[in-house]
């Protein structure tokens, strides 16, 4: 009987962190060629940019990641915005970009350059 509570405890407590924390909403993404720089916003509404926030981005050209950024607070209380630059990017090549909640969850979009 108490392995039956504890594992009903355990999945409770896990719902509820689902509920509250959750993966980006959307993620949008502008590539500037002349500059050679990309500038991602995710959305992700958050109470507390400390606690709850984008964690990392992951950005993969042509299925090769190139770079994974790591944040510590997130930009804002709607967003994280940020701006990287991509030297060897060209016309035709596919950006995945990913990210993940430092609670729950991650999305990802794609774009053609």
Known sequence: ???????????????????????????????????????????HDVKDVAAHFIKTVIISVNGKEVLTKSIEKQSSLENEDITIELKDVKSGDEIVITGVCNKFGKKTMKMKI
């Open 1 to 43: 009987m108490k392995t039956i509570k504890f594992i009903s405890l355990g999945l409770l407590l896990m719902v509820s962190m689902s509920l509250m924390a959750h993966p980006p909403k959307k993620i949008e993404a502008k590539y500037n060629a002349e500059k050679k720089t990309i500038q991602i916003t995710l959305n």
